[in-house]
């Protein structure tokens, strides 16, 4: 590991979590805004759903690890909310399941220690016309519905809402812009960067009302050499040196 220590911001998730750090994705702006501020980590995978989360949690966030997240930002819910493949394979996770699976999930991640906090995002809403049209040699009949996405994400609110925990209602933010439909999706599915932008804003907005202690909301956490030095800038006036974290010296 490479030092200084400093907090670690863990998205652990599905495609949603693994493409955000894509151009203009989410999980990069987030990297970007607390580049010296934080790690931003992704342990998100496409096809991932709750399920497989359960298996894979310790390994994810071993619980013996020297530092544990300051932040865990967890995704799941699209994956599980799609219609069950008559084969009975596939990502589909039945909604009580789902609940449960989200329910351990959350218990493990605030035991790793008194200061890991953690924010669930919901399931967000989809164009299914536009899934039709990106997908269509993939899936023989749509398993991806708004509705479902729907019963997933409230699940998931409410859950949050009996657990304490921090959430951000995807479902409902995304479906506050008029066009989202068109605007915010690549796919259908995974979100362009205007659709990236509004899951920066709704994280950041729970990041600053949350009474943490530490914060964990970016003006509010210490820089990383952010002292002044005798290397930075020399100033207009010729003599003094300008340091580049100055909002003035922009």
Not at 48 to 74: C, G, H, M, Y
Request: glycine letters at 6%; a negative charge.
């Amino acid at each position: 590991m490479v030092g200084p220590e400093r907090p670690q911001f863990v998205l652990f998730g599905s495609s949603i979590v693994q493409f955000s750090f894509g151009d203009g994705g989410w999980g990069a702006s987030l990297a970007d805004l607390y580049a010296r501020k934080a790690d931003i980590i992704l342990r998100g995978y496409s096809g991932w759903n709750s399920r497989l989360a359960l298996e894979v949690l310790e390994k994810v966030f071993p619980k013996d690890a020297a530092t544990q997240p300051s932040l865990a930002i967890v995704y799941f819910g699209g994956n599980d909310s799609m219609r069950p493949h008559p084969s009975g394979l596939g990502p589909h996770v039945p909604l009580p399941e789902y609940v449960e699976n989200m329910r351990k999930i959350a218990k493990y991640l605030k035991s790793l220690s008194d200061c890991t906090r953690v924010i669930f995002l919901s399931a967000p809403p989809v164009n299914e016309e536009k899934i039709r049209e990106s997908w269509s040699d993939k899936n023989q009949e749509l398993r991806r519905t708004n509705e479902l996405c729907r019963v997933y994400s409230e699940a998931c609110i409410k859950l949050c809402r009996e657990m304490n925990i921090k959430a951000v209602d995807l479902w409902t933010a995304m479906q506050k812009r008029d066009d989202w439909a068109t605007a915010c999706f690549t796919d259908g599915i995974h979100f362009s960067p205007e659709g990236s932008k509004i899951v920066v804003e709704e994280i950041l907005r729970v990041l600053k009302e949350a009474d943490w202690r530490p914060s964990l909301y970016w003006e509010s956490m210490p820089t990383e050499f952010g002292e002044d030095s005798p290397t930075d800038p020399v100033g207009p006036n010729g003599r003094t040196n300008v340091n580049p974290l100055d909002s003035n010296s922009h």
